[in-house]
């Protein structure tokens, strides 16, 4: 079974940036998709973005397409996600989630089976 664990959460004033990670075990790394998704309480889960270590493709919502950029080391079987440009309205828990294999769409974000306990991120104005 795939275990995720996230970090880097925090709070940052609006147009300041931050990093989380997503440490994963328990599979072939490089086998894994892993996508990140965020949710405000009452709301529901949106996914953010999703990277397949299979092919290296890599999926936005449009939401932070030109500000947040994901990418993976294997070497530290870490997926990391860089938030620039950060606004108050992407303030939300962050979860990572994993797939075998291929980022594939459903819902508002990819199909997953594994997930982190997420992160908090608060963006203020």
């Known amino acids: 079974e795939v275990q995720l664990v996230e970090s880097g959460g925090g709070k940052v004033q609006a147009g300041g940036s931050l990093r989380l990670s997503c440490a994963a075990s328990?599979?072939?790394?490089?086998?894994?998709?892993i996508g990140w998704f965020r949710q405000v309480p009452g709301k529901g889960r949106e996914g953010v973005s999703c990277i397949s270590n299979m092919d290296g493709n890599t999926y936005y919502a449009d939401s932070v397409k030109g500000r947040f950029t994901t990418s993976s080391e294997n070497a530290k079987n870490t997926v990391y996600l860089q938030m620039n440009g950060l606004k108050p309205e992407d303030t939300a828990f962050y979860y990572c989630a994993a797939a075998r294999w291929y980022c594939s769409a459903y819902g508002s974000g990819w199909d997953m089976d594994y997930w982190g306990k997420g992160t908090p991120v608060t963006v203020f104005p």
């Open positions: 328990g599979f072939a790394f490089d086998a894994l998709a």
